[in-house]
């Protein structure tokens, strides 16, 4: 493909400070549960990169709170290891020792007050004595069940209020409660303590580079919109499939399942960006009420049609990559019988002018055959082929079926890119039709890498730009849509002799399959 040409049009509401791009102002980022995985294998390599970057204000401080025993010392040190085992881009020494300078550690109990007492005189000290400027982010990198409990107690602190022309804001990771109920509670007790605006509710899809895409691509592009409705779009397929099991996190899986650790936040997150309505502008707002309209007109499938509408599956021990892998049920942390989804298809309908008749199926699940996150929309078939009953040679027989549709992948991982099927003429002196496929690499059309997610959001969140995080409404709307459908599940759970219904390695239960048969469709294959 040829490099793209370069446009002088600005997509972003933040004028460039450096030849990168956007640089905030002076803050500090408080990390709790600096020593757990995320902190380690994303969040730390991520600042680094950014501070290798030029990106950082100065000054920058990082304060990692924790209740482990630390010396800023010694976290410095095990945090060196960290960034050069995950890092994005190559350690570099000289970079790594003017982003550690950053790096603090405060040892703090969030039970109490009095236990998060050292952080605040921390801060203070930064703020009044070392030019942090009072601008504070916190970042809750904790189990969900302490995340109100450490909002309310920063608001207890009077930490969660900003200082006059400062900000303070705070992060947070899903899962953003359980089911409809528990997140209408969870954003009730953290608007206790902060407003709306303070809050960034991370979805780490929302950060990938191709998703981000596909909003320039619907709505920076002429030719596509005015086909981007019921009347030439057939259906569409949202695929996100992994071939890795549960990785240690039995306890959170067993409570999840499918629905609630993918659905209800990345999932819903791309049907809301494929379905939504263009934006009058890019301001985070602007989109937020977009997806959240789209959101409210996604039909809830009734309990009734909870068996017609969705199929959950279990995978079974099988083969991923020529490699033994053990069934869900035998993974540690599980209990044995446990009928949990490990895999779950849907069919969701779209009450609206855009979509009526046109449906969403969505499949997502663990231990599949292959990592893959990707839209396929699948255009209509032509209303008439001028080419049946034309065939010069009979040996070039053509039916309607020769003539396939029009797709168009959104490729979100791993292969990021773009790619649309069509007919062509095969050369020759028959008539023979066949689908050729063009396609869009972003590595190959841009020649460079694109910055992982934590460094995007992190950053966004220190420019107080909230578009690639969830609103409280959105995260409401989806849960609305999966806690209907929790419900329909628990009026008719799985059949028990049919638990598990997939092995490993493959594309989940043959009832996937049969979801699409009965609508006259099927899977694209991957
Ligand atoms: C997380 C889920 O939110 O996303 C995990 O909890 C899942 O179960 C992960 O594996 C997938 O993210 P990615 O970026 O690897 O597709």
Redesign the pocket.
């Known amino acids: 493909m040829a490099m793209p040409r370069k446009s002088t049009h600005r997509t972003d509401p933040f004028e460039a400070d450096t030849p990168h791009g956007r640089i905030p102002p002076p803050c500090t980022l408080v990390i709790f549960g600096a020593s757990g995985d995320l902190a380690r294998r994303k969040l730390i390599p991520a600042l680094y990169v950014l501070s290798l970057e030029g990106l950082l204000p100065t000054p920058f401080f990082v304060v990692g709170a924790g209740r482990t025993p630390l010396t800023t010392d010694t976290f410095r040190s095990s945090m060196e290891e960290e960034v050069r085992t995950h890092s994005r881009v190559p350690f570099d020494a000289t970079a790594w020792s003017i982003f550690a300078k950053s790096l603090e550690y405060v040892r703090v109990d969030v039970s109490s007050l009095a236990g998060i007492a050292p952080l605040v005189s921390h801060l203070h000290e930064i703020d009044t004595l070392r030019g942090g400027a009072s601008n504070h982010l916190f970042y809750l990198s904790i189990p969900p069940s302490g995340i109100a409990p450490l909002a309310s107690l920063l608001g207890e602190s009077g930490l969660s209020r900003p200082a006059s022309s400062s900000f303070t804001r705070l992060i947070i990771e899903?899962p953003f409660g359980l089911n409809f109920s528990t997140a209408q509670a969870l954003n009730a007790l953290l608007h206790q303590s902060f407003e709306e605006e303070q809050i960034y509710r991370i979805d780490?899809?929302l950060a990938?580079e191709t998703v981000q895409n596909m909003m320039v691509f619907r709505f920076g592009n002429e030719i596509f919109e005015p086909l981007w409705n019921r009347q030439h779009i057939d259906h569409v397929q949202i695929t996100?499939a992994?071939p890795?099991g549960?990785?240690g996190?039995g306890e959170y899986?067993e409570e999840s399942g499918a629905l609630r650790?993918?659905v209800q936040?990345?999932v819903m997150q791309l049907l809301a960006i494929v379905g939504m309505e263009p934006p009058a502008n890019f301001r985070a707002e602007t989109i937020r009420d977009e997806k959240v309209k789209l959101l409210r007109a996604v039909r809830h499938i009734h309990p009734d049609d909870a068996l017609s509408y969705t199929v959950r599956g279990q995978y079974a021990s099988g083969s991923i990559n020529g490699e033994h892998v053990v069934a869900y049920r035998d993974e540690p942390g599980v209990p044995e019988g446990t009928l949990r989804e490990t895999f779950v298809a849907l069919k969701v309908d779209i009450d609206n002018w855009r979509w009526a008749g046109t449906p969403f199926y969505i499949r997502s699940g663990?231990r599949l055959a292959k990592r893959v996150?990707e839209i396929a929309i699948q255009f209509r078939s032509v209303p008439h082929s001028p080419f049946v009953g034309n065939v010069p040679t009979p040996s070039a027989t053509l039916s309607e079926d020769v003539i396939a549709p029009n797709v168009l992948v959104l490729r979100i991982?791993p292969d990021e890119g773009i790619s649309l099927a069509f007919s062509a003429k095969v050369p020759g002196q028959s008539m023979e039709i066949r689908e050729v496929i063009m396609d869009f690499h972003y590595g190959s059309s841009f020649l460079t890498q694109s910055p992982e997610?934590y460094e995007r959001l992190l950053l966004d969140c220190m420019l107080g730009d909230a578009t690639l995080f969830a609103r409280e409404d959105e995260v409401e709307e989806a849960w609305r849509f999966c806690t209907a459908l929790l419900d329909g599940w628990r009026a008719h759970p799985p059949d028990r002799a049919n638990c598990p219904n997939y092995p490993a390695g493959s594309w989940g239960p043959t009832e996937a399959d049969q979801l699409l048969e009965r609508d006259g469709r099927k899977w694209r294959e991957i």
């Open positions: 899903k780490h899809y990938k996100v992994e890795i549960i990785e996190r899986y650790d993918m936040s990345h663990k996150s991982q997610a």
